[in-house]
């Protein structure tokens, strides 16, 4: 998948999500906006209570929505028969839009309205999704190859050294000097006499990379003690959003309440 149809993927997952919250929103400001105490009276109170049709619809299908976005990315990471269907990237954002749309859903199944046992499982909920975009954040700031897999810090190191070779063969410009700041514009702007302003514009992007991979190789130790923490603080919560959901579910179902069924 090319850059640009990757980014025009995530503004599809945020266009959607987004347009859930408005439709949502608009549709019951009225009955969300009424006090608790006085709900009961609404005329939307059969629809949008958390047992009701489109309340309790909400729950099921916001659940649904995590738990299987949740089992998509486990699978794909660990079955090795689908380990090479994709880059885990891509598996990682779509993971992140069903669980944060799951969430969404969630959310306006409580009717914003916690306590007990739920209001653990909400904010356990609350804290999975939290530092599931965090995770996400550290998880592209580890260098990988194309399909998706860590580089190692020799890869790293070698990919540099090509890249810091090829711009003392083609430009007879030492990195180093870049990096101490002693190669400025105006010895950008006197090889721009003896280039063609196409292998300028390769310079320069050429440049660029070799600070990304210095700022990487720098980073990399640091990022994967945050991912390894990341996973210490995201996975006990995960485990206790399930449990608690399973608890709920198991609690509606003994009391009969079966949504449209």
Request: charged share 20%; net charge positive.
């Amino acid at each position: 998948m090319s850059k640009t149809a990757h980014r025009i993927l995530i503004t599809f997952y945020f266009a959607v999500i987004i347009f859930s919250i408005f439709m949502l929103i608009n549709f019951g400001q009225s009955y969300y906006s009424t006090p608790i105490s006085e709900r009961f009276f609404h005329a939307q109170y059969q629809l949008l209570e958390p047992s009701g049709l489109i309340g309790h619809g909400l729950g099921i299908f916001g659940t649904l929505l995590i738990v299987f976005g949740m089992l998509i990315y486990i699978v794909r990471k660990r079955w090795k028969k689908v380990a090479e269907v994709g880059r885990l990237k891509y598996w990682l954002d779509f993971h992140i839009f069903l669980c944060t749309l799951g969430t969404v859903l969630v959310v306006f199944h409580t009717t914003f309205k916690f306590g007990g046992i739920i209001s653990v499982g909400f904010w356990a909920l609350v804290i999975v999704w939290v530092s599931g975009v965090i995770g996400r954040f550290i998880y592209v700031q580890i260098p990988r190859t194309i399909e998706g897999r860590e580089l190692t810090l020799l890869e790293l190191q070698n990919i540099k050294k090509t890249a810091d070779n090829e711009l003392f063969d083609k430009y007879g410009i030492d990195f180093s000097q870049i990096s101490t700041g002693r190669i400025s514009s105006i010895r950008l702007r006197h090889l721009s006499k003896l280039v063609s302003q196409k292998d300028i514009a390769k310079l320069k992007k050429l440049i660029r990379k070799q600070k990304i991979l210095k700022n990487r190789i720098k980073r990399l130790e640091l990022m994967h003690k945050l991912f390894n923490a990341w996973h210490i603080a995201h996975l006990p919560f995960s485990v206790i959003m399930i449990v608690i959901m399973v608890i709920h579910v198991g609690v509606v179902l003994f009391f009969g309440y079966k949504w449209i069924f």
